[in-house]
T-cell receptor, first 117, second 112 residues
Framework: GAVVSQHPSRVICKSGTSVKIECRSLDFQATTMFWYRQFPKQSLMLMATSNEGSKATYEQGVEKDKFLINHASLTLSTLTVTSAHPEDSSFYIC?????????????FGQGTRLTVV | RKEVEQDPGPFNVPEGATVAFNCTYSNSASQSFFWYRQDCRKEPKLLMSVYSSGNEDGRFTAQLNRASQYISLLIRDSKLSDSATYLCVGSEPGGGADGLTFGKGTHLIIQP
């Protein structure tokens, strides 16, 4: 199956700093990428959806100025958590899909475990 | 707003039993569906794709009921390793960011 690489897998940062998470589709072009957050023992929560070359669409309650999403190419999207605080500590996962391909599924990255201290 | 709804569970099922759970969708334009499995602290992985009336893979059977707008996942002879969260995803043709809608998952616990 297609491969989506997410980096870093784990990151610890100090409160107030920014963290960038990368999501790359390695063997296909991702027209659309989805960013999720998952707190312990809770379900995946969609944060935002982005189409390549367009601004991301954020879910209600997700601050777009805090969670900056860039999807400038068909193989790379980044999520930057700005001015991170301990409550931002979570598991962040991306998924990617080529929506030009009929009936294709989305492929998930391995996730990034963010700890803000 | 397009929705994919799942019973979050948890479903506590004895090992060896058969378990089924449904996923309902609101967008009648959805043409294909996917079941993903997510293990604790891991990313979701594709379990099955459903393009027509259903699909079967070993102990797993997915069935699509377009009239009632739901997809079911049936697991026979359940094993301890089946414990996971199962995510349902609906896909509509035409592409674009709105083409995939994710459910929030059903938590399944297989007990010895």
């Amino acid at each position: 199956g297609a491969v989506v690489s997410q980096h870093p897998s784990r990151v610890i940062c100090k409160s107030g700093t920014s963290v960038k998470i990368e999501c790359r589709s390695l063997d296909f072009q991702a027209t659309t990428m989805f960013w999720y957050r998952q707190f312990p023992k809770q379900s995946l929560m969609l944060m935002a959806t982005s189409n390549e070359g367009s601004k991301a669409t954020y879910e209600q309650g997700v601050e777009k100025d805090k969670f900056l999403i860039n999807h400038a190419s068909l193989t790379l999207s980044t999520l930057t958590v700005t001015s991170a605080h301990p409550e931002d500590s979570s598991f962040y996962i991306c998924s990617a899909s080529d929506r030009r391909v009929w009936n294709t599924e989305a492929f998930f990255g391995q996730g990034t475990r963010l700890t803000v201290v | 707003r397009k929705e994919v709804e799942q019973d979050p569970g948890p479903f506590n099922v004895p090992e060896g039993a058969t378990v089924a759970f449904n996923c309902t969708y609101s967008n009648s334009a959805s043409q294909s569906f996917f079941w993903y499995r997510q293990d604790c602290r891991k990313e979701p992985k594709l379990l099955m794709s459903v393009y027509s009336s259903g699909n079967e893979d070993g102990r797993f059977t997915a069935q699509l009921n377009r009239a009632s707008q739901y997809i079911s996942l049936l697991i026979r002879d359940s094993k301890l390793s089946d414990s996971a969260t199962y995510l349902c995803v609906g896909s509509e043709p035409g592409g674009g960011a709105d083409g995939l809608t994710f459910g929030k998952g059903t938590h399944l616990i297989i007990q010895p």
